[in-house]
């Protein structure tokens, strides 16, 4: 009986003796393994970025959303949603009380003019209070962020972002200056640091101005948002009760509030993104299935270019398993060069995409190589079933007098 | 030993039945020297391809051996094949890719005999053929004399105890022919059976026994009390 090492060799000559062909199969073979990779990279890779990104929003983070939903998660009809009662200041500082939590900040927000001197843009307004800078972790470049004061009373300091530094004061020095926002004016006490982006929006962008006096500029009683950030993971789901029956308490019995975490948010995005690599992967397994075909269509065409080779090994006394080891390794040796090829093309890609995309953590997960590798081999193979059971079957009379 | 039994092979073409050999009896015994004769479509080839187990009979049985293997299973056939029967082709059938050593090794791998043994073998094989000097070209950088010794290297590595030969000068000019018939011969001196099929009335006639088939038949089947000289060079090409 032939032996593996003897038809690894015959099936490697047959290989190397025809090399267009060869380089052609492994071509097609190693892009549908490369597709898989990077495409998964970049699934992975957009998850992986969407979710440092919430890390920054704040660790142990709960959201207090005006507004009851029935499901879970980040609705967006939530996000907008109407309410009965509004969500005051005096909400936000019951929810102090607790003695897990450990911050907590308003937020409300809204657009309006900035002017200084002549120069006026339209600007996104956050109110707030000074607690806010610890929740989002933010930097100031220069002087202070909001002052540690009563929720309740407004006052006219305000906060900036750098892009809206630049763009309104240029070359003047900011610090201290009195900008008119709406009809209002507002003291600059602080600028803030390294341009941070929250949940996609860009704070350079926006001004920050105490609570109170954000609710008498757009003259809105109720807030968009209530921070809280828990000292502890695990009292999280304490810390959730607490915040329902607190508000329920003060909206006379009306739990009109919807409560998230910030792992529930992610956990939705997560699930998103997750399905979206899945969803490449898939698109791309279409290519390693279009490469398996075409190792059928050209093995098919080996098989009746070799007709005579056949006959001619059955002749000599290789038995129609020999004849069929003797294809299918030739199959084999094709899909595994193939997916090693590709696994390399595929590693040099995502190194590609991450030199020129930096944030993008674009690494393959686990899960896809393997799979891209595994798919090469099986259809590598499956698809080499039918030309080598056909050259299997050859007459040898016939194949011997094809010339 | 060969003993054909009432052998019939049938080919279907369209709604008609071509009867390609009917009613064969035939024993060869060890050793011997048979050629086949008969013009194209005599069923001398159809003939070769049963001796060799390459092609079945539609009924009848043929023994070889004492084996009836026409009722062995097509593993047993292949490997029967390989021990036993050795196959010379006109248009010598040498793999392009491989040199001549690995074409004659070709045999013994697929017997799944170890690479030391195949290696003496094979240089053992190129020394008889006096192809020891050509052992690593690849067959189109051989004569065509020589490509037939690489074949005939071939189909006698395995020792085997017949060797079929199917028109096995018809590509070669007058001197190789004569070459390769030579050795052929050789041999069959040393013990081979050697079946020679050809349609050249001056190769046919070198060998003892001659066998001539007409339409499926066989229709003179004569042994020459002395067996013709050899080294004669009255050989013309096909």
Same mark, same amino acid.
């Given at each position: 009986?032939?032996?593996?090492?003897?038809?690894?060799?015959?099936?490697?000559?047959?290989?190397?003796?025809?090399?267009?062909?060869?380089?052609?199969?492994?071509?097609?073979?190693?892009?549908?393994?490369?597709?898989?990779?990077?495409?998964?990279?970049?699934?992975?890779?957009?998850?992986?970025?969407?979710?440092?990104?919430?890390?920054?929003?704040?660790?142990?983070?709960?959201?207090?959303?005006?507004?009851?939903?029935?499901?879970?998660?980040?609705?967006?009809?939530?996000?907008?949603?109407?309410?009965?009662?509004?969500?005051?200041?005096?909400?936000?500082?019951?929810?102090?009380?607790?003695?897990?939590?450990?911050? =907590?900040?308003?937020?409300?927000?809204?657009?309006?003019?900035?002017?200084?001197?002549?120069?006026?843009?339209?600007?996104?307004?956050?109110?707030?209070?000074?607690?806010?800078?610890?929740?989002?972790?933010?930097?100031?470049?220069?002087?202070?962020?909001?002052?540690?004061?009563?929720?309740?009373?407004?006052?006219?300091?305000?906060?900036?972002?750098?892009?809206?530094?630049?763009?309104?004061?240029?070359?003047?020095?900011?610090?201290?200056?009195?900008?008119?926002?709406?009809?209002?004016?507002?003291?600059?006490?602080?600028?803030?640091?390294?341009?941070?982006?929250?949940?996609?929006?860009?704070?350079?962008?926006?001004?920050?101005?105490?609570?109170?006096?954000?609710?008498?500029?757009?003259?809105?009683?109720?807030?968009?948002?209530?921070?809280?950030?828990?000292?502890?993971?695990?009292?999280?789901?304490?810390?959730?009760?607490?915040?329902?029956?607190?508000?329920?308490?003060?909206?006379?019995?009306?739990?009109?509030?919807?409560?998230?975490?910030?792992?529930?948010?992610?956990?939705?995005?997560?699930? =998103?993104?997750?399905?979206?690599?899945?969803?490449?992967?898939?698109?791309?397994?279409?290519?390693?299935?279009?490469?398996?075909?075409?190792?059928?269509?050209?093995?098919?065409?080996?098989?009746?270019?070799?007709?005579?080779?056949?006959?001619?090994?059955?002749?000599?006394?290789?038995?129609?398993?020999?004849?069929?080891?003797?294809?299918?390794?030739?199959?084999?040796?094709?899909?595994?060069?193939?997916?090693?090829?590709?696994?390399?093309?595929?590693?040099?890609?995502?190194?590609?995409?991450?030199?020129?995309?930096?944030?993008?953590?674009?690494?393959?997960?686990?899960?896809?190589?393997?799979?891209?590798?595994?798919?090469?081999?099986?259809?590598?193979?499956?698809?080499?079933?039918?030309?080598?059971?056909?050259?299997?079957?050859?007459?040898?009379?016939?194949?011997?007098?094809?010339? | 030993?060969?003993?054909?039994?009432?052998?019939?092979?049938?080919?279907?073409?369209?709604?008609?039945?071509?009867?390609?050999?009917?009613?064969?009896?035939?024993?060869?015994?060890?050793?011997?020297?048979?050629?086949?004769?008969?013009?194209?479509?005599?069923?001398?080839?159809?003939?070769?391809?049963?001796?060799?187990?390459?092609?079945?009979?539609?009924?009848?049985?043929?023994?070889?051996?004492?084996?009836?293997?026409?009722?062995?299973?097509?593993?047993?056939?292949?490997?029967?094949?390989?021990?036993?029967?050795?196959?010379?082709?006109?248009?010598? &059938?040498?793999?392009?890719?491989?040199?001549?050593?690995?074409?004659?090794?070709?045999?013994?791998?697929?017997?799944?005999?170890?690479?030391?043994?195949?290696?003496?073998?094979?240089?053992?094989?190129?020394?008889?053929?006096?192809?020891?000097?050509?052992?690593? &070209?690849?067959?189109?950088?051989?004569?065509?004399?020589?490509?037939?010794?690489?074949?005939?290297?071939?189909?006698?590595?395995?020792?085997?105890?017949?060797?079929?030969?199917?028109?096995?000068?018809?590509?070669?000019?007058?001197?190789?022919?004569?070459?390769?018939?030579?050795?052929?011969?050789?041999?069959?001196?040393?013990?081979?059976?050697?079946?020679?099929?050809? &349609?050249?009335?001056?190769?046919?006639?070198?060998?003892?026994?001659?066998?001539?088939?007409?339409?499926?038949?066989?229709?003179?089947?004569?042994?020459?009390?002395?067996?013709?000289?050899?080294?004669?060079?009255?050989?013309?090409?096909?």
């Amino acid at each position: 009986m032939l032996h593996q090492r003897d038809a690894i060799h015959f099936s490697w000559q047959a290989l190397s003796a025809n090399t267009l062909r060869t380089f052609l199969m492994l071509l097609a073979m190693s892009i549908g393994v490369a597709s898989v990779v990077i495409l998964t990279a970049l699934g992975e890779g957009a998850r992986n970025y969407v979710t440092s990104e919430f890390s920054s929003l704040g660790t142990n983070l709960v959201i207090v959303i005006p507004g009851r939903s029935e499901t879970s998660g980040g609705n967006p009809a939530v996000m907008f949603g109407v309410t009965e009662r509004d969500l005051t200041i005096n909400d936000a500082i019951a929810l102090k009380r607790h003695p897990k939590v450990k911050r =907590i900040a308003p937020l409300m927000i809204g657009a309006a003019e900035v002017a200084w001197q002549g120069r006026k843009r339209e600007v996104t307004i956050m109110g707030s209070s000074y607690e806010l800078q610890k929740i989002r972790q933010w930097n100031l470049a220069q002087g202070k962020f909001l002052p540690a004061t009563d929720m309740n009373r407004g006052s006219s300091v305000c906060v900036i972002g750098k892009d809206i530094r630049n763009e309104i004061f240029g070359a003047h020095a900011a610090l201290g200056q009195w900008i008119r926002i709406g009809d209002r004016r507002f003291r600059v006490v602080g600028i803030l640091g390294s341009k941070g982006t929250s949940l996609g929006q860009d704070v350079g962008e926006s001004v920050i101005i105490p609570v109170a006096s954000a609710q008498s500029l757009f003259n809105v009683p109720s807030l968009f948002r209530i921070f809280v950030e828990v000292k502890t993971r695990e009292a999280i789901p304490n810390v959730i009760r607490f915040i329902e029956n607190t508000i329920q308490e003060r909206h006379q019995g009306m739990k009109d509030v919807t409560v998230i975490t910030q792992d529930a948010v992610l956990a939705t995005f997560d699930r =998103i993104l997750s399905a979206l690599t899945y969803a490449v992967a898939g698109i791309a397994a279409v290519s390693l299935f279009v490469a398996g075909i075409l190792i059928m269509n050209v093995m098919l065409v080996t098989v009746s270019q070799r007709t005579s080779e056949i006959g001619l090994l059955k002749s000599l006394g290789a038995s129609s398993k020999s004849i069929l080891t003797l294809i299918l390794i030739e199959a084999v040796l094709l899909s595994t060069l193939g997916a090693i090829i590709g696994f390399i093309l595929g590693q040099l890609g995502c190194w590609g995409i991450r030199s020129a995309f930096p944030d993008l953590p674009a690494y393959p997960p686990m899960w896809a190589t393997i799979a891209s590798i595994a798919v090469a081999l099986v259809t590598g193979i499956i698809f080499s079933l039918l030309p080598a059971k056909k050259a299997a079957q050859l007459d040898p009379v016939v194949a011997l007098s094809k010339r | 030993m060969i003993k054909l039994e009432h052998i019939q092979r049938d080919f279907q073409v369209g709604d008609q039945t071509v009867h390609a050999l009917d009613n064969i009896n035939l024993t060869i015994n060890d050793g011997e020297y048979v050629s086949v004769m008969g013009p194209s479509g005599s069923g001398k080839s159809t003939l070769l391809n049963l001796l060799g187990l390459l092609d079945q009979p539609s009924s009848g049985h043929y023994f070889l051996n004492g084996d009836n293997v026409t009722e062995i299973n097509e593993d047993q056939q292949a490997y029967t094949r390989n021990q036993n029967i050795g196959f010379v082709f006109q248009v010598f &059938h040498l793999i392009p890719r491989l040199t001549a050593a690995e074409n004659i090794e070709l045999p013994l791998v697929l017997a799944g005999i170890n690479e030391a043994e195949r290696k003496e073998r094979v240089t053992a094989a190129l020394k008889t053929m006096d192809l020891l000097d050509r052992a690593k &070209h690849k067959p189109q950088e051989l004569s065509g004399g020589q490509r037939q010794r690489v074949a005939i290297a071939r189909a006698t590595i395995t020792k085997p105890s017949i060797l079929l030969a199917d028109e096995p000068t018809g590509n070669l000019d007058q001197k190789s022919g004569l070459n390769v018939i030579e050795t052929l011969e050789r041999l069959n001196k040393d013990g081979i059976t050697l079946i020679v099929v050809t &349609h050249d009335a001056n190769i046919g006639s070198r060998s003892r026994r001659s066998i001539g088939m007409i339409d499926g038949r066989i229709e003179s089947d004569t042994t020459e009390a002395t067996p013709t000289s050899l080294g004669s060079s009255d050989v013309t090409p096909a």
